[in-house]
């Protein structure tokens, strides 16, 4: 990474508002690249199922690593976005975390990778990766430095959401906003009722309101409210003492 350089890349981006939102956000994937040295750089945005696409990339491949990602339901940088923190892997293709994506990124050129989370106030509705082709330790200041151009590109689309000027990402974003409440308010209660992890529960959510052809906040609040989600089987909602469980962690968020 070219420490020297940082500081005056963020300032430069920090001074686009104004611009058209993609611009902006196409700008700061370009400068992770020239600044961090790596192979590529792409920006992941939560649709309407919080289904992670990649809203701006550089030259790669981006689009397969998100449909590997998406058909298995794992991966860093939807562990970012689900879990809320920065994700370290030093090589994706032997990472056990992942081993369903680290059978298929052999091929992508895709080993080291770092990924963060990006918040839109304070909810989190996507994540900035940067990877490399071949195996990296990845230095605690390269971590630091992503975390700030997560920051960049957070003041970037409340600026261009509160001027109007974030053209076809403005409903895509401001449903993310308006709904993560209760997603994570769902995911807390598949993870009682079900006994899941926080990632298998999101996944579980996610594919519902795929599957039901559903944003997945209306998903969300369908089962906060019945308890059910709309491919449960008949026998789907436990009894007893674990329905106080769920119930404590739905009402938690």
């Not at 400068?31 to 961090?36: I, L, R, T």
């Not at 598949?190 to 559903?214: C, I, K, T």
């Not at 909602?237 to 119930?247: F, N």
Request: charged residues 25%; hydrophobic residues 40%.
């Amino acid at each position: 990474m070219d420490a020297n350089a940082l500081p005056d890349s963020l300032r430069a981006l920090g001074q686009q508002q104004g611009g058209p939102l993609r611009r902006s956000l196409e700008n700061v994937v370009q400068a992770c690249v020239d600044v961090f040295g790596v192979s590529g750089s792409g920006l992941m945005l939560a649709d309407e199922h919080s289904v992670l696409r990649y809203a701006v990339a550089t030259d790669g491949p981006w689009r397969e690593l998100e449909r590997v990602q998406l058909d298995i339901g794992e991966g860093p940088c939807i562990e970012a976005f689900v879990r809320d923190e920065l994700v370290v892997t030093e090589d994706l293709a032997t990472d056990e975390r992942w081993p369903g994506v680290a059978r298929h990124v052999g091929p992508l050129g895709v080993h080291g990778m770092l990924g963060v989370p990006v918040h839109l106030g304070g909810v989190p509705v996507g994540s900035l990766d940067v990877y490399v082709d071949r195996p990296h330790q990845w230095e605690l200041a390269e971590q630091r430095a992503l975390v700030g151009y997560a920051e960049v590109t957070a003041a970037l689309t409340e600026a261009a959401l509160a001027a109007h000027q974030a053209g076809e990402l403005a409903a895509q974003l401001t449903y993310a906003l308006d709904h993560r409440v209760p997603i994570e308010r769902g995911i807390g209660y598949l993870m009682a009722r079900d006994g899941a992890d926080h990632a298998a529960a999101f996944d579980r959510l996610r594919r519902a309101s795929r599957n039901s052809r559903r944003r997945i906040g209306e998903v969300a609040e369908e089962l906060l409210r019945t308890g059910r989600l709309p491919d449960d089987r008949p026998d789907a909602r436990p009894d007893g003492p674990r329905d106080q469980q769920r119930d404590r962690a739905a009402g938690a968020g």
